[in-house]
């Protein structure tokens, strides 16, 4: 027949601490990697706009020449033709 021990006061403490002192050692990885994260977003989210403006910019010209009247072809000839 199997004895069971009976937890003394001292193993349950113990038990608890190792169980907090493992929590709090999960919480500090898991700040880091929040933070880590919210930089890497951060860094996106600056791209993300430089593109953006990037883009409106390289529109621009797209857009006014949509209102432009038709342009010759011979106006893109070489000055030699």
Do not use: G
Request: proline share 11%.
């Amino acid at each position: 027949m199997p004895q069971f021990a009976i937890p003394t006061p001292m193993s349950v403490n113990q038990a608890l601490e190792d169980r907090l002192t493992e929590l709090e050692i999960k919480a500090s990885f898991s700040e880091d990697l929040i933070d880590k994260l919210d930089q890497i977003i951060t860094h996106q989210q600056d791209q993300i706009d430089h593109l953006a403006h990037a883009i409106a910019r390289l529109q621009q010209p797209a857009l006014n020449q949509d209102n432009a009247p038709p342009r010759n072809p011979r106006d893109d000839l070489p000055p030699h033709y």
